[in-house]
């Protein structure tokens, strides 16, 4: 016989897991744009007419 | 979440849904992609050249997930693929085809905004051609599928070139042009002692479709252009000493393997009536092992020679 208990605690457990997955992934994606920006920014910045 | 239905034996963890991007693959894709990107020669910004390769990377991943959701049915009755996570049940496989979907959309998009829209553009050319024309279609059609669907894998580096340059001209061609050529001797060693496991699958391998035999003699032949292709670069103004040095050492001991092979009976059966025919077989098997193996690490010296010689800054060979 299984034991329902331990079953919703690793579907729980496994579920937190790709949570943080998914986070860490869209903040990645998120910092990976900004970084993006500024670096494509920069070179425009500095060619800029005053 | 769709994991909790019945018939799902395990709820899925994260890294089902990395396995689902196939990270060997994805490893090859970087690194050839990663040689196109320096071998062009252009000087490029340190994070776009970073972006670049992760969108490279992320879009092979999403073709992974695509095809791993389209051939469930197959990865099942195949020894090799039967613990993938969809066949055994660990994702399911509308998540799989979810996570290709939104990552295919997500490299190219950033590809286009960070690099530019040439290298975005071929980016999403190779994922719609791996998971549509080669998953969907070649694949469970014709016994020439890997040497059409082989131009899929062989694209990284000409999306590479263009990443860095916004350009693609013959020499990033000529990188793709080995990987295409590549491909047909490389996973027709493999499948010569895998071709029971396709023939369950119902997959037209070439050793299922033609037989051992004529499978053998295309391999040699495919060899036979391979070897001098992957010379040339050394004369387009790609490759330096070191490069033409390694790809005629690494051409003749291909030659050499393709050679033994075609001689061999791998992929054959056994005869019954001859005591000697199965030692004939299991030995021949190792002859397509060894093909197979070598051509891994052919491939990868070609592309790693190049890249050290473009770091490194040696000059390519000049002819006149």
């Known amino acids: 016989m299984s034991d329902p208990k331990r079953e919703t605690e690793v579907d729980a457990k496994a579920r937190r897991g790709r949570n943080v997955a998914l986070a860490l992934g869209l903040v990645l994606f998120v910092a990976?744009?900004?970084?993006?920006?500024?670096v494509r920014l920069g070179g425009n910045v500095a060619l800029r007419p005053l | 979440?769709?994991?909790?239905?019945?018939?799902?034996?395990?709820?899925?963890?994260?890294?089902?849904?990395?396995?689902?991007?196939?990270?060997?693959?994805?490893?090859?894709?970087?690194?050839?992609?990663?040689?196109?990107?320096?071998?062009?020669?252009?000087?490029?910004?340190?994070?776009?050249?970073?972006?670049?390769?992760?969108?490279?990377?992320?879009?092979a991943g999403a073709s992974g997930a695509l095809n791993m959701w389209y051939d469930a049915d197959i990865d099942a009755k195949m020894r090799r693929t039967r613990g993938r996570p969809v066949p055994?049940?660990?994702?399911?496989?509308?998540?799989?085809?979810?996570?290709?979907?939104?990552?295919?959309l997500f490299s190219v998009m950033l590809m286009g905004m960070a690099l530019n829209w040439l290298a975005a553009g071929l980016l999403a050319f190779t994922i719609v051609f791996y998971a549509v024309v080669y998953t969907m279609w070649l694949k469970r059609s014709t016994a020439q599928n890997i040497v059409i669907g082989g131009l899929?894998?062989?694209?990284?580096?000409?999306?590479?070139?263009?990443a860095a340059t916004g350009e693609a001209p013959l020499n990033a061609?000529?990188?793709?042009?080995?990987?295409?050529?590549?491909?047909?001797?490389?996973?027709?060693?493999?499948?010569?002692y895998t071709s029971e496991d396709y023939a369950r699958a119902g997959v037209p391998m070439m050793p299922v479709v033609s037989g051992a035999a004529?499978?053998?003699?295309?391999?040699?032949?495919?060899?036979?252009i391979l070897a001098p292709l992957g010379v040339l670069p050394a004369f387009t103004g790609l490759g330096g000493v070191a490069y033409l040095s390694v790809s005629v050492g690494g051409g003749l001991v291909l030659l050499l393997l393709a050679a033994r092979l075609f001689r061999s009976r791998a992929g054959e059966s056994a005869d019954p009536r001859n005591d000697d025919g199965l030692y004939d077989v299991r030995a021949a098997a190792k002859d397509a092992r060894n093909l197979f193996a070598f051509s891994i690490l052919y491939l990868t010296l070609l592309f790693a020679t190049l890249l050290v010689e473009h770091v490194v800054g040696l000059p390519p060979m000049e002819l006149f």
């Open chain 2, 1 to 59: 979440m769709l994991e909790a239905q019945s018939g799902v034996r395990a709820p899925a963890r994260w890294q089902d849904f990395v396995q689902l991007l196939k990270p060997r693959v994805m490893s090859l894709v970087v690194f050839t992609g990663l040689t196109g990107l320096v071998a062009s020669g252009q000087p490029i910004h340190p994070v776009l050249a970073a972006v670049a390769i992760l969108c490279i990377a992320v879009g």
């Open chain 2, 214 to 224: 004529s499978t053998r003699r295309q391999i040699l032949a495919y060899s036979l």
């Open chain 1, 32 to 38: 990976l744009v900004f970084v993006v920006t500024i």
């Open chain 2, 173 to 192: 061609w000529l990188l793709c042009a080995i990987i295409f050529i590549w491909t047909p001797p490389h996973f027709w060693a493999l499948s010569l």
């Open chain 2, 152 to 162: 899929a894998g062989a694209l990284p580096p000409v999306i590479g070139w263009a």
């Open chain 2, 88 to 104: 055994a049940g660990r994702v399911q496989g509308a998540d799989a085809a979810g996570l290709g979907v939104v990552l295919s």
